[in-house]
């Protein structure tokens, strides 16, 4: 167990130390030697025979220093932050040499959040509610899932609302490629209608924008390649089966079922977003504008990885953006997000905190065990791969959900509203991968 010294604290900076006692320290050497001993193959020695000399040698030295060094700051640092119950928001870490048989030190200089006030909320009624799955909502999505698997077989006839057409577009940057006209725009729609296979249709494109660039009027030459009508299978024991159901009553009865479990979950979630709301909209605090400044580079920096991933450089983005006149917006807005997700954070903490929420070690190393698995990852692993800051944040993030948990819980739940259409993913989901006896619906993911 390390010994966690607070040095100092003033305002929201303090600073703390942290000693590692020499049995922890072997016990990380003995840990990552045994694994270089596995893992390193040195030729003339049996898999785990070798020398820690000539391993040494092979993988460099100051290797196991550094690795027992970050081992130990994996593990002891969220210890220490959570034994001075600090909730850092930023921290730099000054580590002392690592030596075999003594004890290593650590200084940590970091800022926590600033000081929070929450508006009342104990006595805060919630009006949002789970959507009632009525008789029509399930009549309209087994029509939906009707539709969904319809097929299609070709017609020698006119062109009719619902079909399917295959047009092959006239011009070098042409392609073949099928239009369903009962989603398809007016103007394609109008253009295709009463016309026959092998007709040549000019479609007039309305002038529009796509993205960030104005399409002027234009018109597209198409061929007609196919035409096919869609035929629906009859709601029956048949069109059950056809989805893996014994019946038509299962596949109604499961389709309800899971359509329930998702307009509950729909609920609760609209619940958690109202009351977080009631938070963070009547939150006193004096945020630091550091903690803005962090945010907001930490989201813009997710915004630059998602435009790479695209293959569109940041520079050239923001280049456009100033052309455009939007870049002061676009900025404007990012700070606008980093300030509400800064003050969520803050209220879900003072709310944690009121509420005196502990996340004990076994609870953190089970959730951290279980994320681990979900990545296929062992968990010495992720937390090489989280870091020390990472750890941390991930803690903090289950003490938050706790304690949102455990005040949602003392609110009065209103009753259940009937609504005229599905409810929201509900509908979209159930529809989306049926499943056989026994399982209702489809799988489900700070």
Do not use: C
Not at 361 to 386: R, V
């Amino acid at each position: 167990m390390n010994v966690a010294e607070l040095i100092s604290r003033d305002g929201n900076k303090v600073e703390f130390r942290v000693s590692v006692p020499a049995s922890e320290v072997n016990r990380a050497y003995d840990q990552v030697w045994a694994g270089l001993a596995r893992d390193v193959r040195v030729p003339g020695f049996r898999p785990g025979k070798a020398p820690r000399k000539v391993i040494e040698g092979r993988v460099g030295k100051g290797y196991v220093e550094q690795e027992v060094r970050d081992r130990l700051l994996q593990t002891h640092y969220s210890q220490a932050a959570r034994e001075l119950q600090l909730s850092l928001v930023d921290a730099s870490i000054d580590p002392q040499p690592v030596v075999s048989g003594q004890a290593f030190e650590f200084t940590v200089k970091g800022e926590t959040y600033p000081d929070v006030t929450l508006p009342e909320w104990s006595g805060l009624s919630l009006s949002a509610a789970a959507p009632e799955i009525t008789d029509e909502v399930l009549e309209r999505t087994l029509s939906d899932l009707q539709e969904r698997n319809a097929t299609f077989e070709s017609a020698d006839r006119p062109i009719e609302a619902s079909d399917q057409v295959t047009v092959e577009e006239q011009g070098e940057d042409g392609g073949t490629y099928p239009i369903y006209m009962d989603v398809a725009e007016a103007h394609v729609r109008d253009a295709l209608l009463g016309k026959n296979k092998d007709d040549t249709v000019e479609i007039t494109v309305p002038a529009h924008q796509h993205g960030d660039h104005e399409h002027p009027e234009h018109t597209v030459t198409v061929r007609i390649v196919d035409v096919k009508t869609k035929q629906t299978q009859a709601l029956d024991d048949e069109f059950a089966k056809s989805l893996n159901f014994d019946s038509f009553d299962r596949l109604r009865t499961d389709l309800k079922t899971e359509l329930e479990r998702r307009a509950t979950q729909e609920g609760e979630n609209a619940r958690r977003e109202e009351f977080v709301t009631h938070l963070t909209e009547g939150l006193q605090a004096d945020i630091p504008q550091a903690l803005l400044d962090r945010r907001r580079e930490s989201m813009l920096e997710e915004i630059k990885d998602d435009l790479g991933r695209q293959g569109v450089k940041w520079g050239e983005y923001e280049s456009f953006m100033q052309e455009q006149g939007k870049l002061d917006e676009f900025m404007a807005d990012l700070a606008k997000n980093a300030e509400n997700r800064v003050k969520r954070d803050l209220a879900l903490e003072k709310l944690a905190e009121d509420l005196k929420v502990q996340v004990s070690d076994a609870e953190f190393n089970q959730t951290m065990n279980a994320l681990a698995q979900a990545n296929n990852l062992n968990p010495q692993e992720l937390s090489k791969q989280l870091g020390p800051d990472g750890i941390n944040s991930y803690y903090t993030s289950l003490v938050r959900e706790k304690g949102l948990q455990q005040a949602l819980a003392q609110l009065s739940k209103p009753a259940q509203t009937e609504v005229d259409a599905p409810a929201g993913d509900a509908q979209a989901d159930a529809q989306a991968q049926p499943q056989g006896e026994g399982e209702p619906g489809a799988k489900t993911e700070e």
